[in-house]
Structures are given as structure tokens and as C-alpha cells.
């Protein structure tokens, strides 16, 4: 007996219909699926597509992962049925509209040696951060205004959005927190730099983004890392007058810089990338 028969045999039966349903989706590429999905391709109403879901979970071939969206699990998968898939295309489940951002997305562009176990999802709109498959899935509520400068990227053939290189700096540069520091950030300037980081698209979106604490940050770290940055003179002049920390997540101390209108919260010389 092959693996897929013996597989075949140990989970449970399949009736037509549904059998129908995981060929024709599966053949259309689908690895996560909505009871909309359900309905239109059986066309059967919600209710039915409800309880044919619920069926196909208890028998082993669905995998719920939120309210309405099911993972298919293969034959390949295995008797016990333990399968997953890649957590970018669950993440673009987690919220609509969406993009990986900040650590993950850090990760994505080779920006850091870190691989972090959170996957973050930013959005504009209300959702939840959740756990799934063992997996946290951050999510992190901007306004509509922060939700620009990502793009399109192919996973497993599907497309996924993640934040560029340059948004992904700025985006970090906003939340030290979510990046896992601004010695992190550091580090990804100088890999961005070497990856021929547009710096002048940066500074756009900071003019886009209006954030005083952000656009400090960045011009700051440049500064220290030896970083060109072409519209330095206008990002100096679009300083806002308070006092912002350098890194949000270590405590307010340390000294005040008038330059930059920062409170300089961490070491500069732990910023700077260290000697191979």
C-alpha cells in the first residue's frame, strides 16, 4: 500500500460533494478557504457551508484557523493530519487590508540576523493579534494615513504584502518597540545602505508621515552610522521642539541632545555595527 492510500485510509471518508469541493479548490490553488468560498464553489447556502466545513474539520481534511477561514490539510500532510503552511499567507487572513511590518519585515529584506517567532501584521483596521498553529501574529493598528510604501510579494503563489525596505525603516523608527530596539534599527540602516536603500524615498515618507519623534530618530542614527542623507537640511528643519527618547523601550534617562531634540536614552557607541 502507497503512503497516500494508507493515508487515505486512516482518516475519515470523503462523500462526493465533498470530495468535489477540496479537488476544485485545491486545483485553484486554494490552501486557505471562507465559507463564502464553500458556498459559491458547491453553491449551497451559508448554512450548509457552515455544517460541510464543520464535517470536513471533524474528519481531519479542514483545518480551522480563524472564524470563517480554514486551512486544507493534504494527503501529504499524513494520518495524523499535522500541517501548516506559510505563516505570511495565514497573516493575510488575520486582517484585510493588510502588510507584514517591522521585525517580520526587517526579516523579509535580510535587514537583520534576528529571526523572530512573531509575525507582525499592520493594518487600518480593527483586529485582533491571535495565536496560531503555535504562531503570534501582532497585529498593530495604524491610521490610514501611516498605510502606504508596501508592496507585493509572492509566497507559495499567492500574493502578500510587505512593507519596503525604506517604509520598513521609517515604520521601525516608529515603533522601536516592535523591532526589537533602535540598536536593531541601527543594524538595519547599514544593511539597507549596503543594499542601495533609496534614502531620498525615506525622507519622503517622513514628510509623509509628519512624525517629529520618527523623523529625529532616523536622521540621528544616519548621523552616527555616517549615512547620506539627501534631504537632511529639511528633515533638521521639520524637527518639532519637545524631547523625544531615542529608544522608547529603555527608560527615560540619560542625556539631552539640543541638535537632534532627543533625550539619548541608550549608549551611541552601541549603535554603531561592530568590527567583523
Same mark, same amino acid.
Given at each position: 500500500m502507497s503512503a497516500i492510500e494508507d493515508t487515505q485510509s486512516k482518516r475519515a471518508g470523503l462523500s462526493t460533494r465533498e470530495s468535489?469541493?477540496? @479537488?476544485?479548490? %485545491? &486545483?485553484? =490553488?486554494?490552501?486557505?478557504?471562507?465559507? *463564502?468560498d464553500i458556498e459559491t464553489?458547491? !453553491?449551497?447556502? &451559508?448554512? #450548509? %457551508? $457552515?455544517?460541510?466545513?464543520?464535517?470536513?474539520?471533524?474528519?481531519?481534511?479542514?483545518? $480551522? /484557523?480563524?472564524? =470563517? $477561514?480554514?486551512?486544507?490539510?493534504?494527503? %501529504?500532510?499524513?494520518?495524523?493530519?499535522i500541517y501548516t503552511t506559510h505563516e505570511y499567507l495565514i497573516a493575510t487572513h488575520v486582517a484585510e487590508p493588510m502588510y507584514i511590518g517591522y521585525y517580520s519585515a /526587517? &526579516?523579509?529584506? =535580510?535587514? #537583520? !540576523?534576528?529571526v523572530p517567532r512573531t509575525v507582525y501584521v499592520v493594518t487600518p483596521t480593527r483586529a485582533q493579534s491571535r495565536e496560531i498553529h503555535g504562531v503570534p501574529y501582532r497585529v498593530t493598528t495604524i491610521t490610514e494615513r501611516k498605510f502606504f510604501g508596501f508592496e507585493?510579494? @509572492?509566497?507559495?503563489?499567492?500574493?502578500?504584502?510587505?512593507s519596503d525596505l525604506e517604509k520598513t525603516l521609517v515604520d521601525c523608527a516608529d515603533h522601536p518597540e516592535f523591532c526589537g530596539g533602535i540598536r536593531e534599527l541601527a543594524t538595519a540602516m547599514v544593511a539597507a545602505d549596503e543594499q542601495g536603500c533609496s534614502w531620498r524615498t525615506v525622507g519622503e515618507y517622513l514628510d509623509h508621515l *509628519?512624525?517629529?519623534?520618527? #523623523?529625529?530618530?532616523?536622521?540621528? /542614527? %544616519? *548621523?552616527?552610522?555616517e549615512i547620506n542623507l539627501p534631504t537632511r537640511e529639511a528633515l533638521v528643519e521639520s524637527f518639532t521642539s519637545g524631547y523625544s527618547l531615542i529608544d522608547p523601550t529603555h527608560p527615560e534617562r540619560g542625556p539631552t541632545d539640543s541638535t537632534y531634540c532627543l533625550r539619548i536614552n541608550v549608549e551611541p557607541?552601541? /549603535?554603531k555595527p561592530t568590527e567583523s
Open positions: 468535489r469541493l477540496l @479537488s476544485r479548490l %485545491a &486545483s485553484e =490553488g486554494h490552501q486557505i478557504i471562507s465559507i *463564502d464553489t458547491l !453553491e449551497v447556502p &451559508s448554512n #450548509t %457551508a $457552515r455544517e460541510i466545513a464543520s464535517r470536513l474539520t471533524e474528519k481531519g481534511w479542514l483545518n $480551522r /484557523l480563524l472564524p =470563517g $477561514r480554514y486551512l486544507i490539510i493534504p494527503l %501529504a500532510a499524513g494520518e495524523e493530519a /526587517l &526579516s523579509h529584506h =535580510g535587514l #537583520t !540576523e534576528q507585493p510579494t @509572492s509566497i507559495e503563489g499567492t500574493t502578500v504584502h510587505v *509628519d512624525n517629529g519623534a520618527v #523623523t529625529k530618530r532616523i536622521v540621528y /542614527l %544616519a *548621523d552616527q552610522l557607541a552601541m /549603535l
